[in-house]
């Protein structure tokens, strides 16, 4: 695991505790030569590719004497390199690309749960988005040629309205940085941006995602709703025990004794009642929660594949001795306590010490010690996720 007490080149010297206490979520920092002699493992043509595939989530944004333009992908013909002012960006290519996962793993001192994907993006000279901010924290690294941005801290983020996309109305730059190869810069949210290529241009841009309020709040009344309605069970019937744990709401409504009506459209007030008690049956609890963020932050986007293995490895009947066992690029594995959570499900089994150092580590040394310390469904699961192509074996 990352040693977080570690001056980094990637940090600029700084530590990840260091880094985390002075600048996350809190100020800029330039970073010259994050990554010395830094080769992008795609080229500008590589991503001209890229771009018009149908799993890739990409736009093209250019500037004409009409102002910014955006066109969504599939993005079948780019402009030639030598045309100015374009940019092509292409989202998540850790989905589909392995130098790129590996890239954005380098930022695991920041938890899974915050990291979103690595998006990069091509330009001709004179290319950008325009000066904008984000909502998010993020690592602009540049893979090839130069890029000048200029930054600023500015109250006013009024955006231009009607652009079909994001830029600032009155941007005033504080700080201005041209970046090569390997360089990189952190912004924080909210910090205004416009970064600008000179000649062809390639930036990595290692993004992170942070819920709304809303979006939590939502994802917990559903996972109330998904608890319900599985302890509510077949037809008539219940489990006699939760199939999640939670409260089972079998019992009907009953108004014995109630006195006759003479004003038949006002709903009774009992039933009033009773649906605020119903409601306070439910337990918005930790456990809750886990299952809310685990299956969510897990969850795969739409355009993440995996290749069922070919070769049948079952790992309960013949353990290899060496080798490794490594989950794919696109696998999302989360634990909370005994919860474990892969690739959107609630797993069939507690998180163990060896599934968590899967989930942290992404990886597994093969011994015939490890093959004897795993459990029977432990080795199940993980049978079936060289099945599914979640898990690799390598020799
Ligand atoms: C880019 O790579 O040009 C855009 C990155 C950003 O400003 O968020
Ligand atoms: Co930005």
């Not at 941006?193 to 062809?200: F, K, L, R, V």
Request: aromatic letters at 8%; one cysteine or more; a negative charge.
């Amino acid at each position: 695991m990352m040693n977080i007490d570690q001056a980094l080149p990637l940090l600029g010297g700084l530590s990840p505790r260091e880094f985390m206490r002075r600048h996350w979520q809190r100020k800029p920092l330039l970073i010259r030569q994050a990554i010395p002699g830094f080769k992008p493992s795609l080229s500008i043509t590589d991503i001209r590719q890229l771009v018009k595939r149908e799993e890739v989530e990409s736009r093209l944004i250019w500037r004409d004497a009409k102002g910014w333009n955006m066109k969504t992908g599939p993005l079948s013909k780019l402009p030639p390199q030598k045309q100015a002012n374009w940019t092509a960006l292409a989202q998540s290519v850790d989905l589909h690309d392995d130098a790129t996962a590996a890239l954005l793993r380098q930022f695991r001192f920041i938890s899974d749960a915050r990291l979103d994907d690595a998006m990069i993006s091509i330009a001709s000279d004179g290319g950008g988005v325009g000066p904008h901010f984000d909502s998010y924290d993020v690592f602009l690294l540049q893979a090839h040629g130069k890029r000048r941005w200029r930054i600023s801290q500015q109250k006013d983020l009024t955006l231009i309205p009607g652009m079909p996309l994001k830029i600032l109305q009155n941007f005033q730059p504080e700080d201005e940085y041209v970046l090569e190869p390997g360089d990189m810069l952190y912004l924080p949210p909210h910090v205004a941006h416009d970064g600008i290529a000179e000649g062809d241009c390639m930036t990595i841009s290692i993004g992170f995602r942070a819920p709304t309020e809303a979006t939590l709040a939502c994802g917990m009344l559903e996972a109330a709703n998904d608890q319900i309605m599985a302890n509510l069970g077949d037809i008539g019937g219940f489990y006699a025990t939760p199939v999640i744990p939670g409260p089972v709401l079998s019992d009907t409504y009953k108004d014995p004794g109630v006195a006759a009506t003479e004003t038949p459209a006002a709903l009774p007030g009992g039933l009033v009642d009773a649906a605020l008690a119903a409601i306070r049956k439910l337990q918005f609890d930790e456990a809750l929660a886990a299952r809310f963020l685990g299956q969510w932050l897990t969850d795969l986007p739409e355009n993440a594949d995996f290749d069922p293995s070919s070769d049948d490895l079952d790992l309960a009947q013949d353990f290899p001795p060496s080798g490794e066992l490594v989950l794919d690029r696109c696998t999302k594995m989360m634990y909370w306590n005994d919860s474990l959570f892969i690739n959107g499900e609630v797993a069939p089994v507690t998180a163990g010490p060896l599934l968590r150092r899967l989930a942290d580590e992404r990886r597994l040394d093969c011994s015939p010690a490890l093959g004897a310390e795993l459990t029977q469904v432990e080795l199940a699961l993980m049978t079936e996720g060289l099945e599914d192509g979640w898990l690799h074996y390598s020799a």
